[in-house]
């Protein structure tokens, strides 16, 4: 399912969704509207709804993030090695873009977990999704072909059911508990019951 991106500047994931005001009465329709499509997601009831019956068949678009700017520097970079960190997937496969948007908070903070040293909490990032691999030639590695999660003006009021996201395993266990738990695999009680020690449900 080909889907068509447009490059916008990068946002700092810290005060994620803070930057909406609250609408004062009499406000416009699209305002309230939006202010509903902002509220934060659950790491957990993403997770359900990417491994549900309902997206049984979906493709898993694999997502990374890429650092275009650090903290400790003003220079914005065009060419940072990205960092793949998880899956969406969207109801019949037509969301993938916003799929990808709405989870940015979820998606930046895996890719922290997963990367601690190289992803910092005030780092400007670049959220992409990849449909599509290229073989450079044999015996050598596949190259991910990245698109670069552009804006979506609009996005169904109950976008937030229609999609779901699933991280990498990593060493804290915070999405992949089981041995065999990967990408496009069903979450378990085991791994349920870890994501409640670590509060994130």
């Not at 957990?44 to 549900?52: E, M, P």
């Not at 190259?143 to 779901?164: F, N």
Request: aromatic share 6%.
């Amino acid at each position: 399912h080909e889907q068509n991106s447009i490059r916008i500047p990068s946002l700092q994931m810290t005060g994620f969704g803070g930057g909406a005001s609250a609408n004062k009465k009499g406000g416009n329709k699209k305002n309230k509207k939006d202010s509903i499509n902002l509220k934060v997601l659950k790491p957990k009831q993403q997770w359900d709804r990417y491994t549900s019956d309902a997206m049984k068949g979906c493709d898993c678009i694999r997502v990374a993030v890429r650092v275009v700017r650090t903290i400790n520097s003003d220079t914005t970079t065009d060419g940072g090695t990205w960092l793949e960190v998880g899956a969406v997937k969207s109801k019949e496969d037509a969301y993938t873009e916003a799929a990808v948007i709405r989870h940015r908070a979820l998606i930046a903070d895996h890719a922290r977990r997963m990367f601690p040293l190289q992803v910092l909490a005030k780092d400007k990032l670049e959220w992409g999704y990849s449909t599509a691999t290229t073989a450079r030639e044999e015996e050598e590695d596949v190259v991910v072909e990245w698109t670069v999660a552009g804006k979506v003006d609009d996005m169904p009021a109950d976008i937030d059911k229609l999609i779901g996201f699933q991280g990498l395993p990593e060493r804290t266990g915070f999405y992949a508990p089981s041995e065999s738990n990967g990408i496009g695999q069903t979450s378990t009680q085991a791994d349920f019951d870890t994501m409640m020690t670590k509060r994130i449900v």
